[in-house]
């Protein structure tokens, strides 16, 4: 039997599948298996293209206006400088007088190029800056047309007061209220930051008195934090020292509480660091 669809001379008659074509088509068509078509036909699925056009390059910038000049085109396009040499004897004549030819093809199509796409960007600026005139008068136009009379006419009874009003800002009452507690809240603020910025001076001043400025005074802080001789305070961490790698084991809360309560002079630091807490608080500086 032939597999062909308009083949006539059939060898013999075979029995097909129930889910088979009418058409003797084999099982690697797509119309081996008959599928009901729509009434309304699908439509064609758009093609997918692959990858991205690049980016036209602007061949007519701001910078350079001078393009579709004479003078640029010249520069462009220059004529050959001397006129060549043909030797009657010379095998390349042919071929180099299709050389000149298409050097001045190319000249001709550089300068005809330029010019046809400097009047066709004019055309094209031109179409936009009068097809986006056009949007804006319309819709400046839509904007401010009045209102239909089958709309006046056929809309509910609402009291005109009530009505929107077309303004551009719409009505604030309480604004210079707002912008007065804005301002006294900027100037406020304004004056907290001033007034930690001077204490940052002021307590930049008191501990300045400390500050090592001098060569003499390094050497002496050297001298006093590390002594010629051992200290026999830095063997262990359990002796506080003077230097501040050997100060001993944190103190907890607990320590510090019966240190206050056993020992008067204890006690009495605790208070003078409040009445120079106090005072420094009453006076706006560091003490």
Aim: glycine letters at 4%; hydrophobic letters at 30%.
């Amino acid at each position: 039997m032939s597999l062909y669809r308009h083949c006539r001379t059939a060898a013999g008659q075979v029995r097909g599948f129930a889910t088979s074509s009418s058409l003797r088509v084999g099982p690697e068509s797509p119309n081996f298996i008959e599928i009901p078509k729509t009434i309304q036909p699908d439509l064609p699925s758009k093609p997918r293209v692959k990858g991205t056009l690049p980016v036209p390059r602007e061949l007519f910038p701001a910078r350079r206006r001078d393009k579709p000049s004479e003078a640029y085109l010249a520069a462009v396009t220059p004529e050959p400088t001397k006129e060549p040499e043909v030797q009657p004897d010379d095998p390349n004549v042919e071929y180099n007088e299709w050389r000149r030819k298409m050097a001045e093809t190319r000249r001709k199509n550089l300068r005809e190029g330029l010019l046809e796409l400097h009047e066709r960007k004019k055309k094209t600026d031109s179409f936009m800056v009068r097809r986006s005139m056009a949007k804006q008068f319309r819709r400046e136009r839509i904007l401010n047309q009045p209102e239909r009379e089958d709309e006046r006419l056929t809309r509910p009874s609402v009291v005109k007061a009530m009505q929107p009003t077309k303004s551009s800002v719409l009505p604030d009452p309480d604004r210079e209220e707002r912008l007065a507690r804005s301002k006294a809240l900027l100037e406020a603020k304004e004056a907290e930051k001033k007034a930690e910025r001077q204490d940052a001076i002021h307590t930049l001043y008191m501990n300045a008195r400390n500050f090592i400025t001098t060569e003499a005074q390094l050497a002496a802080e050297i001298e006093r934090v590390f002594p010629e001789g051992e200290n026999p305070a830095w063997r262990n961490d359990h002796q506080p020292g003077e230097n501040i790698w050997n100060l001993g084991v944190p103190p907890t809360i607990q320590s510090i509480v019966n240190d206050s309560k056993k020992s008067e002079a204890a006690r009495w630091d605790v208070i003078q660091g409040r009445v120079k807490k106090l005072a420094e608080e009453i006076t706006g500086g560091k003490l």
